[in-house]
């Protein structure tokens, strides 16, 4: 019998399982911080909805977890959120402006491959009703705090789609759309492989020099002082530096969601490492689905992609907790401390098998303490408690005051 876990996906046991609440835990602190709520969405979805999104039409088949269910319905597994978030701002009556973050399991049949999953976990962000650039200096504080609480850099680089669009219109009349696929794909095929797919759809490879050299002198003569897109990069500019945002780059090659981003795009990278995200300004797309006109911003964060670099760096998995050892107590009595100290906020775990001092240590050293108690029967007679702390080998005696105790994992 066959019960391995299906092709392109993969179970988290242990200290993964822990790192990965870890990074939606921080991510989902963050977002709260800044008043956004949760939304709860299906997992699966109408395939009406996934063909609409981005004009994919019915190729999106191959792209996606397709299926008809037992009535014949076409249907599919997610594989954003931003799909489902437009199916509810078109169906209900939202309070603007709604703010909402989504964290989760998507699915994509991609070809399975090193770091990239059939199904992986995604954390969203999404503004809707903020027409101003507000909302995206909103999420680039978003991004900042969230890599902090990780102890992580960012880097985000940035473009206009309105820019981009007179840059190409300029070169490409009636062909943008395609001329658009083809930019977007430098970091595949090259400089070199981008120039010959122009040249087979009769656009100037002229256009693939002023993008990959990101000059806005050049870029100015080509579209022209009255821009659009230039005074939307450089407002967002300007709010950056004002904001002190200082971990965003423009770039005028980078395109992203051709048919419904219509503003500031961006994509979120570590500072050292990979994409791990991205995101940018929708304001027609709730339309599509048939709902009123509504200004959109968004982002989605990769949790999985973070969770891999976090595990490559050997990212020590800490529990701010306490395990707790009875020496020759009654259970009922251990219990009774483990619970006082539950209801400080803290986490404690108490050790169930009666095992040796020395593997109860191991134990609590492998699953991520930070603290080890000890009480045994002279404990109790002075209403005491020995701990060690496991992070920096401290060891000490004190009084058994729960909420003094509690203090010392709020330092």
Known sequence: MDIQVVRGMRDLIGPDAILQK??????????????????????????????????????????????????????????????????????SQLKLPFKRYQIGEVYRYDRPQAKRYRAFNQADVDILGIKGLNAEIELMNIIRDCFESLGLKPKVIFNSRKLLNEIIESY????????????????????????????????????????????????????????????????????????NLDFIEFSVALARGFDYYTGIVFEVKLDDGPSVGGGGRFDKLIETYGGASTPAVGMGLGVSRIFDYLKEKNEKIKINGIYLIGMGLEDNKLNEIANNFRKQGLICEIDLQQKSISKNFEYAQKKGFRCVGIIGSEEIKNNEISIKNLFNGMQFKTKLDFKKIKCIFEN
């Open 22 to 91: 870890k990074v939606e835990k921080n991510f989902e602190t963050v977002f709260e911080s800044f008043g956004y709520i949760p939304l709860y969405t299906p997992a699966v979805e109408s395939f009406e909805l996934f063909k609409v999104k981005g004009g994919a039409g019915e190729a999106i088949k191959e792209e996606i977890y397709y299926f008809k269910d037992k009535s014949e319905r076409e249907l599919g597994l997610r594989f954003e959120f931003t799909s489902s978030l437009a199916r509810v701002a078109a169906t």
């Open 172 to 243: 490409a009349k009636g062909k943008e759309k395609e001329a658009m696929r083809v930019i977007d794909k430098i970091d595949k095929i090259g400089i070199n492989g981008v120039k010959e797919e122009l040249k087979k759809i009769s656009v100037k490879e002229e256009l693939v020099d002023v993008i990959n050299g990101n000059n806005i002198e050049k870029i100015t003569q080509i579209v022209g002082q009255a821009s659009n897109g230039l005074e939307e990069i450089n407002k967002f500019s300007e709010l950056c530096k004002e904001n």
